[in-house]
């Protein structure tokens, strides 16, 4: 596609669901990450994929979060047992990582996935 | 670590006045970018600034990047309601991490 696409747009679950939330980067984007966004908050760093080296995942707030890029391209984001801390908007992005080249290039993100923990 | 603190947090204008809001690090940064979220939208990307004292202008949006690399600035002419946003200056938390904090909210009145 042309943008990043994420899924669900709006997902409702119960407290203690598990949710997924998958993102879909642009096509040749390596770099890929995962924000979090509460209502009238910043964004909060989440993990961060980059090719094939490990994933950098000092953001994820608790042991409950876990995250996967498959092939080097689709993510999942998974929330075990979910609480209502953790409704929010679930931002993905990706941006091409030039090679040398250290945090340069714009992030393209996703429409965001929202999630409501009841 | 390295901290880069945005001000002020929330900025409401008059339609028609000026407005800059304003990163400062800690550190010398290697570059910086610019995003602007509208209200219920995803962070859009503005512009990247590289050199030392680069200013950059899209059209009534003034970028502005510190001789020593430590700060940077964005100042919009003419506040129209469509510049209503959070702006964002997002920095480096380390190798091709980037954070974004809570950047500056701007509320424009008609």
């Known amino acids: 596609g042309a943008g990043v696409s994420q899924s669900p747009s709006n997902k409702v679950t119960e407290k203690g669901k598990d949710v997924e939330l998958r993102c879909d980067p642009i096509?040749?984007?390596?770099?890929l990450y995962w924000y979090r966004q509460s209502l009238g908050q910043g964004l909060e760093f989440l993990i961060y994929?980059?090719?094939?080296?490990?994933?950098?995942k000092s953001g994820l707030p608790s042991d409950r979060f876990s995250a996967e890029r498959t092939g080097g391209s689709v993510s999942t984001l998974t929330i075990q047992r979910t609480q209502q801390e953790d409704s929010a908007v679930y931002l993905c992005?990706?941006?091409?990582?030039?090679?040398?080249?250290?945090?340069?290039?714009?992030?393209?993100f996703g429409e965001g996935s929202r999630l409501t923990v009841l | 670590g390295q901290q880069v603190m945005q001000i002020p947090q929330y900025q409401h204008v008059q339609e028609g006045e000026d407005f800059t809001t304003y990163c400062n690090s800690s550190?010398?940064?290697?570059?910086i970018q610019w995003y602007k979220q509208r209200p219920g939208g995803h962070p859009v990307f503005l512009i990247q600034?590289?050199?030392?004292?680069e200013v950059k202008k899209q059209k009534r949006l003034t970028f502005q990047f510190g001789e020593a690399k430590k700060n940077s600035s964005l100042h919009i002419t003419a506040t129209q309601t469509t510049d209503v946003g959070t702006y964002f200056c997002?920095?480096?938390?380390?190798?091709?991490?980037?954070?974004f904090g809570a950047g500056t909210r701007l509320a424009v009145h008609p």
């Open positions: 600034l590289v050199k030392s004292g």
């Open positions: 096509s040749g984007h390596t770099a």
């Open positions: 550190t010398t940064l290697s570059n």
């Open positions: 992005a990706s941006r091409l990582r030039l090679a040398g080249a250290t945090n340069t290039g714009e992030l393209f």
């Open positions: 994929f980059q090719g094939n080296s490990a994933p950098d």
């Open positions: 997002p920095f480096s938390g380390g190798y091709n991490k980037l954070i």
